[in-house]
C-alpha cells in the first residue's frame, strides 16, 4: 500500500461527527491490540462486526471491509492476521483524507 | 610489799587493739612516774595511729591504681579504634587499635586534629551535623570514609560522645570507632550481584517475549492449517487425528501466549490503561462468556455487585476482565457440582473511594493449606497430580498476581481441602467524573433519548449497540421531523417498547444480551397478547446473505437494509412504512 493520500468525499451533513468516528477508530485499534494479547478475540470479533456495519454508512467502504475481515479473522483466532488488518487500517487512517461535499 | 599496776585499753578507731600493762612489784608509782608513764604511752599511741592510717591509705590507693590499670588495658586492648580528644579536637589519647588500623603511631599523631583522616569522600555536610551533634551534648553515629597513613581508603562506623565533668560542662570527645571495610566490600557485591540477578532476570524475560512471539508465527501456520485440514473430507481414523492435532495446537498457543504475557509483565513492558468503563457492563459482558461454560458442567454462576459500588471507573478494563476470567475460569474447572459465585464491593479495609474488593467462591476441590502460598508462584499448581488432571499452564494466578499488584492491590486464597475455595483481590480504580456512586444493582437501563422534542413527530426506536452507528444514525436524523429513541440491546428495546408506543422500529440483528431476532419474536408476541396493531420493524443487519433475509422476516421484521446503511435508501424505507401505517390506520 503507497503512503499517498487517499480522497474519500463524504456528505457535509457528516461533517461533525465523521473526526469522531476515525477517532474511534483509532481507539479501537489499541483496544484489539490489548485484546490480542489478553486473547481475547471475543472483543475484537464485536469491534470487528461493528466496524463493517458503521465505516460504510460513514462513507469509508474500507473501513467496512476491513473490519469484515477482522470479523472473520477474530472468529477464527487468527492472530497474525488480525496484527496485519490492524496494520492496514492504521495505515488507511493515517492516509485517509476527507472532502465535504 | 607494795605492788602497782597500770592498765591502758588502746583503741584504733574504735576497736580494741590492744591493752598497755604497766606493774611496779616493789613499790607504788608516783604521781611523777605514772605521768610519763603516759606520755609514753600518748607517743606510742600517736605513731601506732600513724602506721595504721599510712596502711589504709596504701590499701586504697593499690585499689584505685589496679582499678585503672585495668580500665586501661580494657582501652588498649580493645578491638575497636578509641580516640579522645580535648574540646577543641586535639587528641590527647589513641588506642593501639587505633594505630594497627591507620597505621599512624601514637606518638605521631598526639595533640593533632584527627582530620588528617579526612579523604575528602565524606562530605563537608556529615562533618557539620556531627560538631553540631556533640557541641550540643549529644552522642553522634555515622560512617566515615577515611585514609590511612598508606595512603589506602577505608570505612569505619564511629560513635562520637562528648565527655561532661561534675558540672555538665563538655570537657573532651570521646570517639569509638570500628573498621567496617570487609563489610561494606560485601554490601556492595550483594547489590551488585542482585543488579546482576535483576538484569539477568530481566533478560531472560526478554528473550522469553521475543521468542514466544517467534514461535507464535509458524504455530498459527501449523493451526491454521490444520484448521483447513479440518474442512477437507477426512475418514474417522483421520478425523480423530486432526482433532487431536488441532486441540494440541490449540493447547500450546495458550501456553504461549501465557508465557507472553508473563515475561511481559516481569520485563516491565506492561503498562495499565487508565479509561473511563462500566463495570457492571463488564461483569454483563464476563458472564455471558463464563455462564456458558458453567453451564456445560451443570454449575451455577452467580454475580453479585454490592449497592455502594460505583460502577463508573477509570483503570484498565481489559487487565481486570483477564483477572476475572482467570478466577473464575479456575473456579469452574476445580468444581464438579455447585455454585460459584462472584461478589463486587468497595474494600473495606480502604478508605479510598474507587478500592475494590472482588471475590470469587467456589464449592470444589480445595487447596491444602501448606499449597496455598505456592499457587500464586510461576508454573506452581497446588500438586502435580491436578496439573495432570486439571490440565493448564499454572501461569494464570501468577499472571493474575503480578496484575493485581500493578493495580496497587493484593490477591489471596482461603481455602479448605474438598470445602472449595475463595479467591479474593483488591484493586485501586479512578472513578470516572461523569458518575457518582450509583447503585449499581438498581440502575436502569441506559436509554439514550435523542431527536426533536417537536410535538407530533414520529417516534422511531433505534435498536442499536455500535456508538459509532448510534452517531451516524443522530446524524442522519439530525433536520428530519422524527423522534429518535435509542436502545443498546434487544432486552432494552422490549422494555422500552412496552413503556410507550412506537411509529417504527430500526433492528440491529446481532448485539449483546438479547439479538434483534429475539427481540423482534418478544415484540410480535407482545402485540398480539394486547391486541395492538403490528409495529413496522426494519432489520439492519452486517448480513447480505439471502438466508439472513429470510430469517429476519421469519422472526416478524418487516423490511431488511444492509449495512453500511445509506442515508436516501433509509430514509425511503422509513417514509414508505410510515405511510403503510399511516393508510392503513
Given at each position: 500500500m503507497s503512503a499517498d493520500k487517499i480522497i474519500v468525499h463524504i456528505d457535509v451533513d457528516l461533517e461533525e461527527i465523521v473526526p469522531g468516528f476515525l477517532q474511534n477508530k483509532k481507539k479501537d485499534i489499541i483496544t484489539m491490540?490489548?485484546?490480542?494479547?489478553?486473547?481475547?478475540?471475543?472483543?475484537?470479533?464485536?469491534?470487528?462486526?461493528?466496524?463493517?456495519?458503521?465505516?460504510?454508512?460513514?462513507?469509508?467502504?474500507?473501513?467496512?471491509?476491513i473490519g469484515a475481515d477482522i470479523e472473520k479473522a477474530a472468529s477464527q483466532k487468527k492472530q497474525e492476521k488480525i496484527q496485519l488488518l490492524l496494520q492496514e487500517l492504521e495505515q488507511y487512517l493515517s492516509c485517509v483524507e476527507v472532502i465535504y461535499e | 610489799?607494795?605492788?602497782?599496776?597500770?592498765?591502758?585499753?588502746?583503741?584504733f578507731p574504735i576497736l580494741l587493739v590492744g591493752i598497755c600493762e604497766i606493774y611496779d612489784l616493789y613499790q607504788k608509782f608516783s604521781y611523777f612516774g605514772i605521768g610519763k608513764l603516759f606520755l609514753v604511752v600518748i607517743v606510742f599511741s600517736f605513731f601506732y595511729k600513724q602506721k595504721k592510717i599510712q596502711k589504709s591509705f596504701q590499701l586504697q590507693n593499690e585499689q584505685f591504681t589496679e582499678k585503672i590499670s585495668r580500665l586501661q588495658a580494657i582501652i588498649e586492648q580493645c578491638p575497636s579504634s578509641i580516640v579522645i580528644t580535648n574540646i577543641k579536637?586535639?587528641?590527647?589519647?589513641?588506642?593501639?587499635?587505633?594505630?594497627?588500623?591507620?597505621?599512624?603511631?601514637?606518638?605521631?599523631?598526639?595533640?593533632?586534629?584527627?582530620?588528617?583522616?579526612?579523604?575528602?569522600?565524606?562530605?563537608?555536610?556529615?562533618?557539620?551535623?556531627?560538631?553540631?551533634?556533640?557541641?550540643?551534648?549529644?552522642?553522634?553515629?555515622?560512617?566515615?570514609?577515611?585514609?590511612?597513613?598508606?595512603?589506602?581508603?577505608?570505612?569505619?562506623?564511629?560513635?562520637?560522645?562528648?565527655?561532661?565533668?561534675?558540672?555538665?560542662?563538655?570537657?573532651?570527645?570521646?570517639?569509638?570507632?570500628?573498621?567496617?571495610?570487609?563489610?561494606?566490600?560485601?554490601?556492595?557485591?550483594?547489590?551488585?550481584?542482585?543488579?546482576?540477578?535483576?538484569?539477568?532476570?530481566?533478560?531472560?524475560?526478554?528473550?522469553?517475549?521475543?521468542?514466544?512471539?517467534?514461535i507464535r508465527t509458524p504455530m498459527n501456520s501449523i493451526i491454521g492449517m490444520a484448521d483447513l485440514l479440518w474442512e477437507t473430507p477426512l475418514n474417522q481414523d483421520q478425523k480423530q487425528y486432526v482433532q487431536i492435532f488441532r486441540n494440541a495446537g490449540e493447547n500450546l498457543l495458550n501456553l504461549i501466549n501465557d508465557i507472553l504475557d508473563l515475561s511481559k509483565i516481569e520485563a516491565g513492558h506492561c503498562h495499565l490503561e487508565t479509561i473511563e468503563f462500566d463495570l457492571a457492563q463488564m461483569i454483563e459482558q464476563i458472564s455471558q462468556v463464563m455462564a456458558l461454560k458453567a453451564q456445560k458442567k451443570g454449575l451455577e454462576l452467580l454475580f453479585h455487585i454490592a449497592n455502594d459500588t460505583p460502577v463508573k471507573l477509570l483503570g484498565d478494563p481489559l487487565r481486570l476482565r483477564q483477572i476475572l476470567i482467570n478466577l473464575i475460569g479456575n473456579a469452574i474447572k476445580f468444581t464438579e457440582k455447585g455454585k460459584i459465585l462472584v461478589r463486587i464491593c468497595p474494600n473495606p479495609q480502604s478508605t479510598m473511594p474507587g478500592n475494590l474488593l472482588f471475590s470469587v467462591s467456589d464449592t470444589g476441590i480445595g487447596i491444602s493449606k501448606d499449597k496455598q502460598n505456592r499457587i500464586f508462584e510461576n508454573f506452581m499448581q497446588a500438586d502435580s497430580f491436578v496439573g495432570r488432571r486439571y490440565g493448564g499452564t499454572g501461569l494464570g494466578l501468577s499472571i493474575s498476581k503480578k496484575i493485581v499488584e500493578l493495580m496497587k492491590g493484593r490477591i489471596w486464597v482461603e481455602s479448605e481441602e474438598?470445602?472449595?475455595?475463595?479467591?479474593?483481590?483488591?484493586?485501586?480504580?479512578?472513578?470516572?467524573?461523569?458518575?457518582?456512586?450509583?447503585?449499581?444493582?438498581?440502575k436502569l437501563p441506559v436509554i439514550a433519548n435523542i431527536g426533536l422534542s417537536e410535538e407530533g413527530g414520529r417516534k422511531i426506536l433505534l435498536v442499536e449497540d455500535s456508538p459509532d452507528n448510534q452517531v451516524l444514525m443522530r446524524a442522519y436524523f439530525k433536520n428530519l421531523p422524527y423522534i429518535l429513541d435509542i436502545a443498546e440491546n434487544g432486552q432494552v428495546a422490549l422494555e422500552r417498547f412496552r413503556n410507550s408506543s412506537y411509529d417504527l422500529i430500526l433492528m440491529d440483528i446481532q448485539m449483546p444480551v438479547m439479538d434483534g431476532h429475539t427481540a423482534t419474536k418478544e415484540i410480535r408476541k407482545y402485540e398480539a397478547e394486547k391486541n395492538l396493531p403490528q409495529t413496522p420493524v426494519i432489520a439492519l443487519t452486517a448480513y447480505a446473505l439471502r438466508e439472513e433475509m429470510e430469517k429476519c422476516m421469519e422472526y416478524g421484521c418487516n423490511a431488511h437494509l444492509s449495512k453500511p446503511i445509506k442515508k436516501a435508501e433509509l430514509i425511503a424505507t422509513i417514509e414508505k412504512y410510515l405511510k403503510k401505517t399511516k393508510e392503513s390506520s
Open positions: 491490540q490489548n485484546a490480542i494479547l489478553s486473547q481475547d478475540f471475543e472483543t475484537i470479533e464485536v469491534l470487528g462486526h461493528r466496524m463493517k456495519g458503521a465505516g460504510g454508512g460513514y462513507g469509508f467502504d474500507e473501513i467496512s471491509r | 610489799m607494795k605492788r602497782s599496776y597500770l592498765d591502758i585499753i588502746l583503741f579536637g586535639n587528641i590527647e589519647y589513641v588506642n593501639p587499635m587505633f594505630s594497627k588500623v591507620t597505621g599512624y603511631s601514637r606518638e605521631e599523631v598526639m595533640g593533632k586534629n584527627p582530620r588528617f583522616l579526612k579523604s575528602g569522600e565524606t562530605s563537608q555536610e556529615e562533618y557539620r551535623t556531627l560538631w553540631k551533634t556533640i557541641h550540643s551534648g549529644k552522642q553522634w553515629y555515622g560512617q566515615f570514609h577515611n585514609r590511612k597513613k598508606n595512603q589506602e581508603l577505608y570505612w569505619e562506623l564511629a560513635s562520637i560522645s562528648p565527655i561532661l565533668n561534675a558540672k555538665g560542662h563538655v570537657t573532651h570527645f570521646f570517639a569509638i570507632k570500628q573498621d567496617i571495610t570487609e563489610l561494606k566490600k560485601i554490601q556492595e557485591d550483594l547489590v551488585n550481584a542482585k543488579q546482576t540477578a535483576d538484569l539477568a532476570n530481566k533478560a531472560k524475560s526478554i528473550f522469553l517475549a521475543n521468542m514466544s512471539h517467534e474438598n470445602h472449595g475455595s475463595v479467591f479474593s483481590f483488591t484493586a485501586q480504580f479512578g472513578i470516572s467524573e461523569m458518575a457518582s456512586i450509583q447503585a449499581a444493582s438498581q
